[in-house]
């Protein structure tokens, strides 16, 4: 008998640390979007966005947290021809979280929907004057840590955009805690920009290379 305890202790730890380890690798439930970017043991400082944004061109984007409940979804569809089926994310499915995927605004829109309603939320709606309505968005000031709890593990950069779904809407209906699924957007530098960056660095090493010769 006394083994026998011994072994059902034994193996309830066992299962216990799993269960543990399993938690801790995948996107962890959370109170609301600012107490998310709050934690310091990921995030080194954010900034909430108080203008709108100009959602043009490319970005890049990939689901990093949530709230449990309801299903929460994220998919890309062409502007102003949504259609449920082509989800990118999924509360219920932490595979595919901290996975960059891309959308380019110019012909598709990023769609927000919840299992207990709505169902078609763009993201490129945003606008700031009607306080978010469903969206809060947030800018990093500083690198992140290492999001080592999700299945990809990934660090954001200084100016990453943090963007918060509230599914009830805020206000009147909302919880206004903007964290049912919560993604990490950064956009995607158009050819140009980076030929000019390139130029300038060029630049600055023929000219630093220039002073040394002088020398």
């Known amino acids: 008998m006394k083994k026998f305890l011994v072994f059902v202790f034994s193996f309830l730890l066992l299962v216990g640390f799993i269960g543990t380890s399993n938690a801790t690798s995948k996107p962890y439930d959370i109170v609301d979007i600012s107490g998310f970017l709050n934690n310091t043991l990921y995030f ?3 900034t909430k966005v108080e203008y ?3 959602f043009t061109g490319e970005w890049m984007y990939t689901a990093i947290a949530h709230e449990s409940g309801n299903i929460n979804i994220t998919e890309e569809s062409p502007v102003g021809n949504w ?5 990118t994310f999924t509360t219920d499915n932490y595979l595919n979280w901290g996975i960059w995927n891309s959308v380019n605004f110019d012909q598709a829109n990023l769609y927000f929907e919840d299992s207990n309603g709505p169902s078609n ?7 700031y004057s ?3 309505v469903y969206f809060r ?3 990093l000031t500083a690198d992140s840590e290492s999001l080592d709890y999700l299945n990809n593990p990934l660090t954001l950069h200084a100016g990453t955009l943090i963007v918060g779904f509230n599914d009830n809407g805020y206000p009147p209906a909302g919880d206004s805690d903007f964290d049912d699924i ?3 957007m950064r956009p995607v530098p158009e050819p140009a920009t980076m030929l000019l960056l390139g130029s300038g660095l060029i630049g600055l090493g023929v000219f630093g290379r220039k002073k040394l010769f002088k020398k």
């Open 52 to 54: 709108d944004i100009d």
């Open 182 to 184: 919560i993604i990490a």
């Open 44 to 46: 080194n400082g954010s």
């Open 83 to 87: 259609s449920p089926g082509n989800s």
């Open 121 to 127: 939320v763009a993201l490129d709606d945003y606008d």
């Open 137 to 139: 968005l947030y800018f």
């Open 130 to 132: 009607n306080d978010h």
